[in-house]
C-alpha cells in the first residue's frame, strides 16, 4: 500500500514539474520575443499605410481624418467635430466587437439617424437602446454605452481626449480607448484585437499561447513600436484590416499582403515544407459551452371588448422584463423558467402554469385556456451557453368578462406587459426571441380576423 502511495505522489510530482516545465517554457518563449527593429518598423508603417490608402474599405464611420490642430482646439466648431468624430468611432468600435461588418453597418446607420451625437444618446432611455440593439447580441455593450454617454454628458471636460481618460468612462476598456483616442485625437497608441493579434503574431512567429497575458502584453508592446506617429489612426486601422481581409485565420492572401517581406512565418513556411502560415497563432482549445434547457410559452390572451355592434375579442401577449443584472440584462422576453434538464411536457407546463400566477394568470381560477399547443424546440447559441428552448402557444380566455392590467402593480420584484401583435412584430427583440416568434407564426395564425362577430368567436373558444 505504501508503495502504491509513493507511486502516485510520485506520478503527481512528475506532472506537477511538467506543468512548470511547460510554464517556465512558455514564459521564455514570450519574453524571447524580439522587437521590431528600427528600419523594419519604417518599412512596415510606409507598406502598410500605402496599403491602406488604396484599398481600404468605404464604411461610413470612416470619414477623412480632421484637420483640427491642437491650436484650433479652443474653437467651439472644431471641438465639436472632434467629439462628434469621436462618438462615431466610439459607436462602431463597440458595435464591430464580436461581430461582422456586414452586420454592423445598418445598425450602425439607423442608431447614427437616431442618436447623431453623444448628447442626443445620453437622452434615451435604456429600454430605447435595447431595441435599436436587438439582433446584435451582448447586450452589456449597449447598456455601457449609455450609461458612458451619460457620464460624460453630466461632467464639466467634454469627451475624455486621451486613453487615460478614457478608461474610466464605463465599456471602455484599452482596446476601445485606444480607437478612440488614435483616430479621433491622433494620440500615438497601439489598438489590439484579434486581428492584430493574428497579423504580429505571423510577423513575428511567436509561437505562446494568444490568450496567455504575457503574451498579450507583449503583442500590445509590438504594436506600439509599430505604430505611426503622424498618422497613429489610419496605421491601426490599416493594421486591422489587413488583418480582416489579407491576414485571415484560415486563406491569408499573402502574395497581397504588403508587408509579405517582413513576415517571419511566411519566410519559415517557404524553407519548411511542414510549416503553415496558419499554424499561427497557435490554435487554443475552447472551454465547452455548457448545455442549459428552458420552457417558453408565448402567452396569448382574449379578451371580450363591448362594442356598438355586439363585440369581438382583442388578443394581446405577455412579454416579461429580466432582471437588470445578468444574461440579457433588461431585455423582453415571453414568458420562460429553466429547467433542470431535459423535460417532459407535463412537467414543463406544471412549472409554467406556477410561473404564470406571478401575472395574475391561474388557469383554475379567472382563466381558461383555450388552446395550448407544443410548437417545437428552438436552439440558440451564446458565447457559452447553448440553450435549448421547449416552445408553446397557449391562448387564454379570461372569465366572467374580466380585464387584463396592462402594467404589474409590484415593479420591483419583476416587470411585464401585454402587447398586440402589430405592435410586437415591429418591436426590436433579441434573435433569440425573434427565433421563438417565428416559429409561432409559422405554426398557428396568431390574430384572429378583424371582422369576426361575437357569435363566431363564441363558435370558436366553444369548439376549442
Known sequence: MDDEVEARNGSRDNKEKRKRKQRTTSEIEVMDIEDFGRDETLKIRASLLGWYDLNKRNLPWRTPTTTTTHEDEDDADAHEDL???????????????????????????RWMQKWPTLHHLSLASLEEVNEMWAGLGYYRRARCLLEGAKMISEGKCGFPRTTSAL????????YTAGAIASIAFKEAVPVVDGNVVRVIARLKAISSNPKHSATIK???????????????????????????????????????????????????????????VTDYPVKVVKAKKRHDFSAVSVVKILEEQDISKGSQYNSRFLLVKRPNEGLLAGLWEFPSVLLDGEADGATRRKRIDRFLKSFKLDTKKNCRIVSREDVGECVHVFTHIHLTMYVELLVLHLKGGMKISYENEDKETMTWRWIDSE????????????????????????????????????????DS
Open 423 to 462: 405592435a410586437l412584430s415591429s418591436m426590436g427583440l433579441t434573435s433569440g426571441v425573434r427565433k421563438v416568434y417565428n416559429m409561432i407564426q409559422k405554426k398557428v395564425a396568431l390574430e384572429p380576423h378583424p371582422c369576426q362577430n361575437k357569435k363566431n368567436n363564441s363558435k370558436k373558444l366553444k
Open 218 to 276: 507583449n503583442i500590445w508592446r509590438l504594436a506600439g513600436q509599430l505604430v505611426d506617429p503622424c498618422k497613429p489612426g489610419d496605421f491601426n486601422q490599416a493594421l486591422m484590416e489587413l488583418g480582416a481581409t489579407i491576414c485571415t485565420p484560415l486563406k491569408p492572401i499573402c502574395s497581397a499582403c504588403p508587408v509579405s517581406d517582413q513576415c517571419s512565418v511566411l519566410s519559415m513556411s517557404e524553407s519548411h515544407r511542414s510549416i503553415l
Open 83 to 109: 467629439d462628434n468624430r469621436a462618438y462615431a468611432v466610439w459607436v462602431s468600435e463597440v458595435m464591430l466587437q464580436q461581430t461582422r461588418v456586414e452586420t454592423v453597418i445598418d445598425y450602425y446607420n
Open 167 to 174: 478608461r474610466e468612462v464605463p465599456g471602455i476598456g484599452n
